[in-house]
């Protein structure tokens, strides 16, 4: 890499001294006395002395004076590591426990709206009034409430009060299929839903009244529906049938709208529980199956945000925090986490390009955000946009938000032009924090650091507290050579389990069947010795499209069900250029072909039944779908033929049916790279 050319932007006096992570350097040397050089060797303690480390991490942020504990780690054994015993603190409390009254909690836009602020107070008595409504509604802990919800404070009010009681949370966001959205919440059983009539997105308003009453027909463990009036007035609320109960035709489910929730007048109470009770579940599909139900906990989460976004990210009470993204986006829980800090959280309801592609900059400048999330793709199509307007070395347009000293990015791999565009003409002088993580730990792998220099095309260093390696087939640590991702010592926010999987075999067999006792993340990472990171991209065949992943076994789940479709294969390939191809190949039926009216069927039951985000970039006929002997389909050989792998190196042809297909897979890499000039995008 060179040096002179890749360096974006090197850390200043105010990083090097008054950073989060400066002033913890410093606390660690006057309070335990241990010193460190440099970050190298912050990170070197943080992930070998897990102990040392996450006692500071409690301690430096106050958590000694909420509540004691037993020991730090009375078990390092992975999975089921036991942080913590002894100690007591909720999620939503800690939330609500830093803020003041000079600046608001929350920052609501949406869609062509002024921003609505939301203050610390308020935010106190809503999360109260609903926390109140829940405990009336006979919720308690061990009880799951859903949201079927758009990035509104609602969500996050409910969020927060259901953690209050001590009830489970989890979210679907109203654009994905009625399909997707049941094989999550049937999982979970819940007994509230908190539902909104619909959400904006594109300039266009999607009623989603009837596909409540439909959820609510396949969800027989809701007692409770909760409505929010996001679209329609509580005047027009009514549908028109007159019957305002016809959001479901259940009798036995009582019907309140949130507007309409008594006020208590009072702070709100905070169940008293224990630091891996349960406090959300996120899902993350696998490549076979039903989506896996992530369990998380109040004290896991809480440590690992804190650090995150304070000793990571370098997010402090005075920023306005913005991550464009859905509920349905793991990020979005990474976006409320700035409460702990005391942060101003910023939610944007719609979408990042309306009305033109710079729609989320134009949010961010309406918001005064002062720390930016978003997506790799959102980026990338922000470069083309400006490249297309401007034409090829024209000067650099400005920042128009003089406040803002962070972006956030993540999702996928970065081309190496979109580093350089986003510091030399979106966000000038501006630190770019590209960050991986996942849903699976709900917090930041390799991230930024306000202590290192940024490079194009390379993650800062990996998170402090995280014991990050790339291993090659035999366990063997590699340095500068691509191998598996893995952490090899436990996280405190490493799940409590999964759903549905009593004996443990599922989260083993996700994470650990790879290298027994140590965590296998599924994406491909280079670690260089200076600790800067490459990752690129999922080692499985898991969909990951704009950061929401989704398996492919929900994706032939629909395809297959028509008629004219006899097999399918869909892949995720990550691109060099920072792009994600996701194409689906089809054999027909016989009697049919792939032409451009079964091209829109496919694409129509997809976005229907799915979501709109997972739509394929093309459908493309095959002759056949080859599979290994026991019957799997060849998703991860395939993707690697698609990035460009010799055919004759993803799988031996004794190993698989129709052993010819995996050629003609790469006469259809090259053909398309061909077109493309040779690049595969």
């Known amino acids: 890499m060179d040096t002179d050319t890749d360096l974006l932007w090197s850390p200043g006096r105010r990083e090097l001294e008054d950073s989060d992570v400066a002033v913890f350097m410093e606390w660690l040397a006057e309070a335990r006395g241990l010193r460190f050089a440099d970050y190298a060797e912050l990170w070197r303690w943080s992930s070998t002395d897990l102990a040392g480390f996450w006692s500071a991490v409690w301690e430096y942020y106050g958590l000694d004076d909420v509540t004691t504990y037993d020991e730090v780690l009375a078990d390092a054994s992975m999975p089921g590591a036991s942080w913590f015993p002894g100690a007591r603190l909720n999620f939503a409390e800690r939330c609500l426990s830093r803020g003041d009254g000079t600046r608001p909690a929350l920052v609501f836009v949406d869609?062509?709206?002024?921003?609505?602020?939301?203050?610390?107070?308020?935010?106190?008595?809503r999360v109260a009034d609903v926390a109140s409504a829940l405990r009336s509604m006979?919720?308690?802990?061990?009880d799951c409430v859903a949201g079927y919800l758009p990035n509104l404070p609602q969500a996050v009010i409910a969020l927060l009060a259901t953690a209050a009681v001590g009830a489970v949370w989890t979210v679907c966001s109203p654009d994905f299929g009625t399909p997707s959205v049941l094989a999550r919440l049937s999982q979970a059983r819940p007994v509230v839903l908190v539902a909104a009539d619909g959400y904006r997105h594109g300039g266009r308003t999607h009623d989603r009244r009837p596909v409540v009453g439909e959820l609510l027909d396949h969800l027989p463990s809701v007692r409770h529906l909760v409505t929010v009036d996001h679209l329609f007035p509580a005047a027009d609320a009514t549908p028109p049938d007159g019957r305002r109960d016809a959001w479901s035709s259940r009798t036995d489910v009582r019907q309140c709208t949130w507007s309409e929730l008594p006020a208590t007048g009072r702070p709100p109470v905070f169940a008293d529980v224990s630091f891996d009770h349960p406090?959300?579940?996120?899902?993350?599909?696998?490549?076979?199956?039903?989506?896996?139900?992530?369990?998380?906990g109040h004290g896991g989460i809480v440590v690992e945000l804190l650090k995150a976004l304070g000793l990571g990210a370098d997010l402090r009470a005075d920023d306005r925090y913005l991550f464009v993204t859905s509920t349905s986006w793991m990020v979005w829980n990474f976006l409320v986490g700035g409460l702990l800090l005391g942060s101003t959280v910023v939610l944007y309801d719609g979408s990042p390009t309306y009305p033109e592609v710079d729609g989320a900059w134009r949010v961010a400048e309406a918001t005064g955000a002062t720390v930016v999330g978003v997506g790799a793709a959102y980026l990338a199509a922000l470069e083309k946009s400006d490249t297309a307007a401007s034409g090829p070395g024209a000067a650099p347009r400005g920042n128009p938000l003089p406040a803002l000293r962070s972006v956030l990015q993540t999702g996928s791999?970065?081309?190496p032009s979109t580093w350089h565009w986003v510091h030399d003409s979106l966000a000038p002088g501006v630190r770019l924090q590209s960050i991986c993580g996942g849903t699976d730990v709900c917090s930041v792998l390799a991230g930024g650091s306000p202590l290192l220099p940024v490079r194009a095309g390379r993650i800062q260093a990996p998170a402090l507290g995280v014991a990050l390696a790339a291993w090659d087939e035999s366990g063997t640590p590699l340095t500068g050579t691509q191998g598996e991702l893995v952490v090899t010592a436990p996280m405190p926010s490493m799940p409590l389990r999964f759903l549905g999987d009593p004996d443990g075999e599922r989260y083993r067999s996700a994470y650990f069947d790879t290298y027994p006792g140590v965590w296998r993340h599924g994406d491909w990472a280079t670690l260089h010795a200076d600790l800067s990171v490459v990752v690129a991209g999922r080692s499985d065949?898991?969909?990951?499209?704009?950061?929401?992943?989704?398996?492919?076994?929900?994706?032939?789940?629909?395809?297959e069900r028509l008629p004219e479709v006899a097999d399918s294969l869909v892949i995720g390939a990550e691109q060099p250029d920072g792009g994600y191809f996701m194409p689906l190949f089809v054999v027909p039926a016989d009697g049919h072909v792939v032409d451009d009216a079964l091209r829109g069927r496919i694409t129509a039951a997809i976005r229907a039944h799915l979501s709109p985000r997972h739509v394929p970039d093309a459908v493309v006929p095959v002759p056949a779908v080859p599979r290994t002997l026991t019957g799997k389909k060849l998703e991860v050989p395939v993707k690697r033929i698609l990035q460009g792998a010799p055919a004759d190196k993803v799988s031996g042809e004794g190993a698989v049916t129709h052993p010819e297909m995996l050629r003609w897979f790469a006469r259809f890499a090259a053909d398309r790279a061909a077109v493309n000039g040779g690049r595969r995008t």
């Open 279 to 296: 406090l959300w579940i996120l899902w993350s599909s696998g490549t076979t199956g039903v989506p896996k139900g992530i369990v998380q």
């Open 541 to 559: 065949s898991t969909l990951n499209r704009m950061g929401v992943r989704m398996g492919s076994a929900d994706i032939y789940a629909v395809v």
């Open 111 to 125: 869609e062509g709206g002024a921003p609505v602020e939301t203050s610390w107070d308020e935010l106190r008595h």
């Open 413 to 415: 791999a970065l081309a």
């Open 138 to 142: 006979g919720v308690g802990p061990g």
